[in-house]
């Protein structure tokens, strides 16, 4: 599984240990796109390289890391075939899988332990889209898109 992961100054440090993870306990492809310190940054300029790689088929998926999540997931979401959301518990995780087919899990690196996160990730990974009666309501959020 190829995932593309990126966070700003308020998620530099779990991403370091998120891509640990997700190589190594997940056997997961990992592209790191920053940022690369602690330095304040832009949270869009890390949040549209991500979802670009997951819209263009280059990951599955994506994790963004912020203080909140939120706004990673507001960037990530302006590119279209992107479907993100800020997720704070595993079962959050699993429901948007499930029913939304969410394809970038924007995560707090401020709010939510590391232990936790990571049990996100795992959740949001390895749970598939339902499809059925939640196809058509995703398809509704394209047509939103164009």
């Known amino acids: 599984m190829r995932i593309a992961i990126g966070a700003d100054h308020g998620g530099f440090e779990q991403k370091q240990a998120m891509v640990a993870y ?4 997940l056997g997961c492809e990992v592209e790191d796109m920053g940022c690369d310190s602690a330095e304040s940054v832009d949270y869009p300029d890390y949040a549209a390289p991500v979802a670009h790689a997951v819209a263009d088929g ?5 994790v963004l890391i912020c203080g909140t999540g939120i706004g990673m ?8 075939g992107i479907r993100a ?20 899990v924007c995560l707090s690196g401020r709010f939510v332990d590391l232990a936790v996160n990571k049990e996100i990730v795992k959740t949001f990974l390895e749970t598939p889209f339902e499809g059925g009666r939640h196809e058509g309501r995703v398809a509704k959020i394209a047509a939103l898109q164009e």
């Open 73 to 80: 997931a507001i960037a990530a979401d302006k590119v279209a």
């Open 85 to 104: 959301s800020s997720i704070t518990t595993p079962a959050f995780a699993e429901l948007f899988r499930q029913h939304n087919n969410g394809n970038v």
């Open 58 to 62: 280059r990951a599955d998926f994506g």
């Open 22 to 25: 997700l190589r190594d306990d």
